[in-house]
Nanobody, 122 residues
Framework: QVQLVESGGGLVQAGGSLRLSCAAS????????MAWFRQAPGKEREFVAA????????NYDDSVKGRFTISRDNAKNTVYLQMNSLKPEDTAVYYC???????????????WGQGTQVTVSS
């Protein structure tokens, strides 16, 4: 089992950057595929990005390709989401998720954090 704690959210102007972090507990972080999801007010939670534990391959939603980068540091049990060129429509609660699957998939994650708020002003 793994527990996840997100940090790094905040208020930023359009065009700015933020880096989210997700710290994981447990000794087997290196064997979990990690992902970020987000949920805007009144909308369903949606996939943002994922990184495979085995291949380090990444997967991004089209809406964030070229602007967001997911990475992981197994020595620190942490996954990051670097967000550049932020837009007001990126405003949401961002959640970290983990799954033992080797595929950086867009669904079916077993473990979730509590979320961190990202607000992008126009």
């Amino acid at each position: 089992q793994v527990q996840l704690v997100e940090s790094g959210g905040g208020l930023v102007q359009a065009g700015g950057s933020l880096r989210l972090s997700c710290a994981a507990s447990g000794r087997t972080f290196s064997r979990y595929t990690m992902a970020w999801f987000r949920q805007a007010p009144g909308k369903e939670r949606e996939f943002v990005a994922a990184i495979s534990w085995m291949t380090y391959s990444t997967n991004y939603d089209d809406s964030v390709k070229g602007r967001f980068t997911i990475s992981r540091d197994n020595a620190k049990n942490t996954v990051y989401l670097q967000m550049n060129s932020l837009k007001p429509e990126d405003t949401a609660v961002y959640y970290c998720a983990a799954d033992p699957s080797v595929v950086a998939r867009t669904f079916g994650y077993d473990y979730w954090g509590q979320g961190t708020q990202v607000t992008v002003s126009s």
